[in-house]
């Protein structure tokens, strides 16, 4: 079983649409978590972490449940610019980030 | 502010040549770390760094060699390069005091 798991898509969308993304991790040791973008061919940016209450940032919102061992992103009124790979990422072992393979978001006009 | 760079950002090589990624960044981060990037996988840790000259094997270590004699820099050696080792190769950093990492624009090998 993979360290941290996510549906690899693609979702397809409209502008304007909500989008929701989950992805799920094995180790309860995790501490830290975020959610990383990235586009095509490109690095992988940090788009925000994800906080024990739940953080938003604008139109994206996280949310963390220990319990069952997920975290999610939301997106509020997609945006063409929000086309892109988004990566569930935790802490594993020691010092280290653990990546998931990313789901594909294609946000059409 | 140059944050994390590498090069080459390209590089096309033969099997059995030594090729070496290098990687610097300008935020005095105490932590770098390399990974590779391929379809399926998703990112996967080669080696990392606490600091100069400690270095750590992460998942996929095996043909690769580190080094790390300066705080900002942590070139990536393929010893003896092999066509399975054809990836993108990304560096990253961060300080002590997150687990948040900065990721350079990334180098596409190519091994023929």
């Known amino acids: 079983r993979k360290e941290v798991e996510q549906d690899p898509g693609p979702f397809n969308v409209p502008e304007g649409a909500t989008v929701a993304f989950n992805c799920t991790y094995s180790?309860?040791?995790?501490?830290?978590f975020f959610w990383y973008r990235q586009d095509c061919r490109k690095e992988p940016k940090l788009l925000m972490s994800?906080?024990?209450s739940g953080n938003e940032d604008g139109r994206f919102t996280a949310q963390l449940n220990r319990a069952s061992q997920y975290i999610s992103l939301l997106i509020r009124d997609s945006k063409l610019s929000d086309s892109a790979t988004y990566l569930c990422?935790?802490?594993?072992?020691?010092?280290?980030?653990?990546f998931g393979t990313g789901t594909r978001l294609l946000v059409s006009p | 502010d140059a944050g994390i760079t590498q090069s080459p950002r390209y590089k096309i090589t033969e099997t059995g040549r030594q090729v070496t990624l290098m990687c610097h960044q300008t935020?005095?981060?105490?932590?770098m770390f390399w990974y590779r990037q391929d379809l399926g996988h998703g990112l996967r840790l080669i080696y990392y760094?606490?600091?100069?000259?400690?270095?750590d094997k992460g998942e996929v270590p095996d043909g690769y060699v580190v080094s790390r004699s300066k705080t900002e820099n942590f070139p990536l050696t393929l010893e003896s390069a092999t066509r399975s080792q054809t990836s993108v190769y990304f560096c990253?950093?961060?300080?002590?005091?997150?687990?948040?990492?900065?990721f350079g624009p990334g180098t596409r090998l190519t091994v023929t």
């Open positions: 990253a950093s961060r300080d002590h005091s997150s687990y948040e990492q900065y």
């Open positions: 990422v935790t802490n594993g072992g020691f010092q280290k980030l653990v």
């Open positions: 180790n309860s040791a995790s501490q830290s």
């Open positions: 994800v906080y024990s």
């Open positions: 935020w005095s981060h105490s932590y």
């Open positions: 760094s606490a600091a100069a000259d400690i270095t």
